[in-house]
């Protein structure tokens, strides 16, 4: 039986209470290598009362992998305002300099506590003894041995039943099938200490986009309904669908972010919802998506 290796130490200051004037560096800099999951918060505030100390313990166990910073919005409201939030508390997560997810109004512990894993993943998980076997059935998948993959995985599973890079291998072998709805089974089976997990919520992104792909429609006759009139927001909206259903992702994105360009509000934020679709579906590390992720804060922050 493989071993796992012990959990990394976690170092001081980790929380931290922040300012406007602080911000660009303890949140925007620091977010460039570790995850800052910042609490915009009031005295006043009930609820936040309630937020504080569970997200302080939930960033405390994570061991490192995410800091907190806390800021006043009463002393501090340029942020804030920038980042249009209107009830707290609100709390906002970034990686990399860019907000990335967030929540608003006080969680359980336990939605907390996943809510910060999550966000602590993005930097990526701790090594464990199952890592080679996990790359080892990644490299199958690769070369096209699906079945190996998934015998790989699944004995990894048997070892680990909530390794989340194990199961997402699993459901990715399903997808490498065109088995959609076996993938989707087997993703919602997953355990829920798991569920979270940021490979298993792109993996949800990516079915719900292959299922949105079913029902796209014809590109061309979009296309000619948003160049005869370009405020036709849905004519665009279906045009990234059907533009990313022919695999024309950047070209997605593009149409998305004139969107919301033009109506960052319209149908409930709907621009902004699927463009998150697609790049909690892809790597984060892939082009379109950082140049997508950079396009829309640049928006947002303008």
Same mark, same amino acid.
């Given at each position: 039986?493989?071993?796992?290796?012990?959990?990394?130490?976690?170092?001081?200051?980790?929380?931290?209470?922040?300012?406007?004037?602080?911000?660009?560096?303890?949140?925007?800099?620091?977010?460039?290598?570790?995850?800052?999951?910042v609490d915009f918060w009031a005295?006043?505030?009930?609820?936040?009362?309630?937020?504080?100390?569970?997200?302080?313990?939930?960033?405390?166990?994570?061991?490192?992998?995410?800091?907190?910073?806390?800021?006043?919005?009463?002393?501090?409201?340029?942020?804030?305002?920038?980042?249009?939030?209107?009830?707290?508390?609100?709390?906002?997560?970034?990686?990399?300099?860019?907000?990335?997810?967030?929540?608003?109004?006080?969680?359980?512990?336990?939605?907390?506590?996943?809510?910060?894993?999550?966000?602590?993943?993005?930097?990526?998980?701790?090594?464990?003894?199952?890592?080679?076997?996990?790359?080892?059935?990644?490299?199958? &998948?690769? =070369?096209? /041995?699906?079945?190996?993959?998934?015998?790989?995985?699944? *004995?990894?599973?048997?070892? @680990? +039943? %909530? $390794?989340?890079?194990?199961?997402?291998?699993?459901?990715?072998?399903?997808?490498?099938?065109?088995?959609?709805?076996?993938?989707?089974?087997?993703?919602?089976?997953?355990?829920?200490?798991?569920?979270?997990?940021?490979?298993?919520?792109?993996?949800?992104?990516?079915?719900?986009? &292959?299922? =949105?792909? /079913?029902?796209?429609?014809?590109?061309?006759?979009?296309? *000619?309904?948003?160049?005869? @009139? +370009? %405020? $036709?927001?849905?004519?665009?909206?279906d045009l990234a669908v059907a533009l990313?259903?022919?695999?024309?992702?950047?070209?997605?994105?593009?149409?998305?972010?004139?969107?919301?360009?033009?109506?960052?509000?319209?149908?409930?934020?709907?621009?902004?919802?699927?463009?998150?679709?697609?790049?909690?579906?892809?790597?984060?590390?892939?082009?379109?998506?950082?140049?997508?992720?950079?396009?829309?804060?640049?928006?947002?922050?303008?």
């Open positions: 039986m493989l071993e796992l290796n012990a959990q990394p130490q976690a170092p001081v200051d980790l929380i931290k209470d922040g300012t406007d004037a602080s911000f660009p560096q303890d949140v925007i800099a620091a977010s460039q290598d570790v995850p800052v999951i005295p006043w505030c009930g609820p936040c009362k309630t937020l504080g100390p569970a997200i302080e313990a939930a960033v405390t166990k994570a061991g490192g992998r995410v800091k907190l910073v806390k800021i006043d919005v009463d002393r501090n409201p340029g942020y804030a305002g920038q980042l249009r939030v209107q009830s707290i508390p609100t709390v906002y997560a970034f990686y990399q300099g860019r907000p990335v997810d967030g929540f608003q109004g006080a969680l359980p512990p336990s939605e907390i506590n996943a809510f910060v894993d999550k966000i602590a993943a993005l930097a990526g998980e701790p090594d464990n003894g199952l890592a080679d076997a996990i790359a080892a059935a990644d490299q199958m &998948l690769t =070369e096209g /041995a699906v079945t190996d993959a998934a015998e790989t995985f699944a *004995a990894i599973l048997q070892e @680990d +039943p %909530a $390794n989340a890079a194990a199961y997402a291998g699993l459901v990715r072998c399903y997808l490498a099938l065109d088995d959609i709805d076996q993938a989707e089974a087997a993703l919602n089976g997953a355990p829920a200490e798991i569920s979270t997990d940021p490979a298993l919520e792109a993996l949800h992104a990516q079915i719900i986009l &292959l299922r =949105e792909a /079913a029902n796209a429609g014809p590109v061309g006759e979009l296309q *000619a309904l948003v160049d005869a @009139d +370009p %405020a $036709n927001h849905q004519a665009r909206f990313h259903a022919n695999g024309q992702v950047e070209q997605a994105v593009n149409e998305l972010l004139d969107l919301f360009r033009r109506d960052r509000d319209w149908n409930d934020g709907a621009a902004k919802t699927q463009l998150f679709k697609i790049f909690d579906a892809r790597d984060a590390k892939d082009p379109i998506v950082l140049a997508g992720r950079r396009r829309l804060s640049s928006m947002i922050f303008a």
